[in-house]
């Protein structure tokens, strides 16, 4: 048996693996800001055989931001085609057309010379792919390890976006409030979009240990299968996504052999409005609870959705607030994309007053607000109807329905103190 002794024993805070890898970047247009930002917004972009849009994903990026949010952030662009004449042309185009922009310190284009990559050929075929689709992904995998590692010092945090996204007005300041709402949880990984890759959101601190597990497993799986299981490795069992979607695909073709691509995100909003203010709350129903879908669940932000099965006349979804608020809107969606038929059949919106002394669990007396229309109940100026303080808000069941319920979203807009 071979003795190890304590002196060889290294310890956890010596191994680098909280360093970014020391990979060589080119310059093609821009530099490092001079100042660190709160999001750094990395796109990787390849030649395509058919469609390019790049210059779209970034108008867009830039014309949806405001120059405060602009002042916030940079976005690195990855040329990862290993055609230099291609990448060349490329940041000429971004140069003449995003000038202002890269002057300002917005933007910076770079690129790694091929060599560096790990080898592409004879890769084992996973999932019973064709080699030439094996040897994109993996690529792939590769681009944005090296994407990530030169992103991990610029920011707070990391936006990984595609090359083909539009995105939505003010979506900085939509993910300030929901990175704010999740500060007293421990997280990994955000999402803003439910497609693939698209709008995933990292500590730029975890950003060196994400380059060196898509480097590990490069040839193993895609990336976005790869970005689930890192998460998952670092102890956050679920995804954490906000509703609606900040951003949308666009690409009408793949960047993999131009093939047609009719992926959409159903979720996302191009104009999202304020944020809702959801003011501390219990959440109770007496609906039968499917799985660990809880009713809370479907009040936080990015918690995910409350899913019940076959709600009677009378059952209730309830919301007690801790404390008295003037409510000037409500938003409240029954239903997904994946089970538009869970959905609320027939039922009333009803605010309360004059919570019970049993553990403030309801109020005394309810007045109705309206009714749900096809799922849906969304009302504005809602002081007008009822100008009172609420403590209360309750969804009624008004008839008995086979279909489960799903209520996806609960937003609540409250006036503010002076």
Known sequence: MVKISKQQWRNPEEIEFSKPLNVSYLYLAGTVPKSRKYLSIGISSVRRVRGNYLMDTLRSIFEKSSLEELEQMVVIIYLAEFDVSWSLKTAVEVKDKFASHISAGHLLLIRCPKHIYPTLEGLKRNYNDAQERVQFRSKQNVDYAFLVNFCSDLSDYYLMLEDDVLSAQNFLSSMKKFIDSTK???????????????????????????????LMFYDEMPCDWLLALFHRAKAQPNEMRFKPSLFQHIGTYSSFKGTHNHLKDDEFREFTGSLP???PASVLTDIPVYDQHLPSKAYGFGAGQFWGKSPKKGNYFLLVFEHPVKIIKICIWTGSPEHKGDILR??????????????????????????FNTGKFEMENVTTRTSEPIECVRVLVTEDQIDWLIISEVNIWIEKGK
């Open 184 to 214: 007293s949880s421990s997280w990994t990984t955000l999402t803003f979009s439910k497609l693939g890759y698209i709008g995933k959101l990292y500590h730029s601190a975890d950003l060196p240990k994400l380059a060196r597990f898509l």
């Open 346 to 371: 027939s039922g009333i919106l009803q605010v309360g007053r004059d919570k019970g002394p049993e553990n403030n669990q309801n109020c005394k007396s309810y007045s109705q607000l309206g009714t």
């Open 277 to 279: 203010d959801n003011p």
